[in-house]
């Protein structure tokens, strides 16, 4: 049989995980079973309600799940299955799950068991994948190893005060509320500080299954899921490699409602009991009704882990939302709606974020342009000394609406970390970030932001470019398009958006992420970021030239070739959809051919270089490995040739 592909949502309880998975196995040749690890544990001793409303005893799909499986459920089979669990997917067996190659007997027959169980699942509901709400970072470990299983872990997280807060709240458990099962009538509660505890340890262990689990991953925040529900949904699927289209998705109208059939989820939150029409809002009542104490106490628990996922620190209230009419016992997922937002009355405080180092002389001509912006604003520059002592006499550089800021990059080394560190230290509206060594036309920003107001979809922007070629003269490269699809951006590496030219909503981290700290080099970050944005929604492009960008000064990665490559590899590897487009992936490779190639490695470089002409005969970059890794012509004589036509090699 064919391997059963299982999409595993892991992280902590009452993080929205029961709605995300409601959403996803409503999706054509998709289908959801709740929290399978509990089938054992709860469900089927204490024959607690399936979510189509039968006692799992009783519920059609569920014994014929069992009989597949086992030949039927009983106590026997309910009792092996709890001490394999325990035995193998523990919370302390995961350095060995993720270290030691090796399968214990107890490992190998779990695996067998559950594969047995989700095969049977796929077969009865005639489904390609199976939706798991497990959570448990361990137990989805234990399972990704199973020879016939293709698992893939999704990471759904949500603020952590949110959390917290909802795990002080009664809760009623309906799944055990008839005819007396034994099962309990109420979902346990955690005190915020344990929760907060809890809740980093599993982002933790998800974040370690992510770089050794050997599987793919990728993280989905339930404030994103909320907001833009079809968009996130269809990013994780791409971020997973599971193949997941617009028409796939049962239907979400533009006020987030999404009409959803009974399923036959097993335990979870009480939503895995509504069906019909199921309104996603975001719920934020506990920034208004969670204590001062617990709210100071989880912010200060999860610091680090809020910075990275891009969720706000301070720890005022706020007000209160305005709150919906659905009942009490209904889940927070969906109970809230948040007020409109008030129109802008003034213009908006727009950040501009630059990293640098060692290029004092070339930054204070970059921050110049800024400064002169006829933008009617306010702007604050906020600089980023990247491994190097911060330059107190930039502040200096300050005029009225114009402050210029110093801070040193405390986060990962390099631009990922740099331009992370500075955008978590801005406090504008709009973000924008520029290189140390480009130069901005006067109308720039106001450009920008004027296009970015009209266009509230939008989740960056980026600008016509004029490129300083020195000898060989300018060259103007205005927008082509005014809005740049993620084909597009695979095709072509689409030079309008460039990182100096590039403005963003502040929002547009909340659904395609920070830049990603774990790229080799940080060579292409701002390529990496611009994919996953088109992945998830919108991106666009002034037409008009606004940034000058210097091609005439050496550039960090200049005879860091392999540096190149290996990005490229990696890149390529994160985003499969280069894999499926011929051009694009021919493209890519010819440029890490190239790399290998003008590093020495002629022999590798060939190799690639053969691998994207056979995928597109016309593969530029490829023509050029060949050149450099075969007759030997230098890489500096391909580099002027491109630049004397108006472009680069990357």
């Given at each position: ?59 059609p799909?569920w ?70 709400a497990s ?112 028409t ?57 882990l809020?910075?990275a996922?891009?969720y ?9 939302p ?17 007020p ?19 290029r ?75 290189d ?43 927008a ?53 944005a ?48 011929r ?9 890490i051919?190239?790399?290998?190639a ?10 690639i ?8 005969p ?33």
């Amino acid at each position: 049989m064919a391997a059963v592909t299982v999409v595993y949502l892991g992280g902590f309880g009452r993080s929205g995980s029961t709605v995300v998975e409601r959403v996803l196995g409503a999706s054509r040749g998709w289908t959801n079973v709740g929290e399978l690890i509990d089938l054992a544990r709860y469900v089927g001793p204490s024959d607690e309600l399936c979510g189509c409303g039968e006692r799992f005893s009783a519920c059609p799909l569920w014994s014929r799940v069992g009989e597949l499986a086992f030949g039927g459920w009983d106590t026997a089979v309910f009792s092996r299955l709890v001490s394999l669990q325990r035995a193998a997917a523990r919370q302390r067996n995961l350095p060995a799950l993720l270290t030691v190659r090796r399968r214990s007997s107890a490992l190998s027959e779990l695996q067998s068991a559950y594969t047995a169980i989700y095969q049977a699942v796929a077969e009865v509901t005639g489904s390609g994948v199976v939706v798991d709400a497990s959570k448990g970072p361990a137990f989805g470990q234990a399972l990704a190893g199973a020879p016939e299983l293709d698992l893939r872990m999704l990471n759904v997280v949500r603020d952590p005060r949110a959390v917290a807060w909802s795990w002080t709240r009664t809760v009623e458990r309906p799944h055990a509320d008839a005819g007396g099962s034994g099962g309990a009538l109420e979902m346990w509660r955690i005190p915020a500080h344990r929760s907060a505890a809890q809740w980093s340890a599993l982002q933790v262990e998800m974040a370690a299954i992510a770089a050794w689990g050997r599987r793919p991953s990728a993280r989905l925040r339930y404030e994103d899921f909320v907001q833009h529900p079809a968009r996130s949904t269809l990013a994780a699927a791409r971020a997973l490699g599971v193949e997941l289209s617009a028409t796939d998705l049962a239907p979400i109208d533009d006020r987030g409602r999404v009409v959803l059939e009974p399923s036959h989820g097993l335990s979870g939150n009480p939503s895995r009991f509504s069906s019909g029409v199921l309104e996603l809002r975001r719920d934020d009542r506990w920034s208004h009704q969670m204590g001062r104490r617990d709210r100071a106490v989880v912010t200060a628990m999860t610091l680090p882990l809020l910075r990275a996922y891009g969720y706000p620190t301070h720890t005022s209230h706020r007000t209160p939302p305005v709150i919906s009419t659905a009942p009490a016992s209904s889940t927070e997922e969906h109970t809230v709606t948040t007020p409109a937002p008030t129109p802008r009355t003034t213009p908006a405080l727009v950040s501009v974020v630059i990293p640098t180092r060692g290029r004092n002389a070339l930054l204070k001509q970059t921050l110049a342009s800024i400064i002169d912006q006829d933008y009617d604003g306010p702007i604050e520059i906020v600089v980023v000394h990247d491994r190097e002592e911060i330059d107190p006499t930039l502040t200096a550089l300050s005029r009225p609406e114009r402050q210029v800021r110093s801070i040193n990059n405390t986060r990962t080394g390099g631009l990922c970390g740099a331009r992370n560190s500075g955008l978590l230290e801005s406090r504008g509206a709009y973000y924008a970030s520029c290189d140390d060594d480009d130069l901005w036309h006067p109308s720039k920003v106001r450009r920008q932001v004027e296009r970015l107001e009209s266009d509230p979809d939008l989740l960056a922007v980026g600008a016509g470019i004029r490129l300083l070629m020195g000898e060989q003269g300018d060259v103007d490269w205005p927008a082509r398009e005014p809005v740049v699809s993620h084909e597009r951006l695979l095709h072509n590496r689409v030079k309008e958006l460039h990182s100096s030219t590039l403005m963003m909503p502040r929002a547009a981290f909340d659904v395609a992420g920070l830049y990603d700290e774990e790229l080799p080099f940080s060579y292409g970050e701002d390529y990496d970021w611009l994919l996953r944005a088109t992945s998830a929604g919108k991106v666009g492009a002034v037409e008009e030239v606004l940034a000058d960008i210097r091609k005439d000064v050496p550039s960090w990665f200049r005879d860091k070739s392999l540096n190149t490559a290996t990005a490229l590899e990696y890149m390529l590897d994160k985003h499969p959809g280069f894999r499926r487009r011929r051009r694009g992936h021919a493209r890519i490779l010819g440029q890490i051919a190239y790399a290998r190639a003008a590093g020495g490695q002629r022999a590798r470089g060939l190799r690639i270089a053969g691998r994207a002409l056979r995928r597109y005969p016309a593969a530029p970059h490829a023509w050029l490995a060949l050149a450099v890794a075969g007759p030997g012509v230098q890489p500096q004589r391909m580099l002027g040739l491109a630049r004397r036509l108006g472009r680069g090699l990357s």
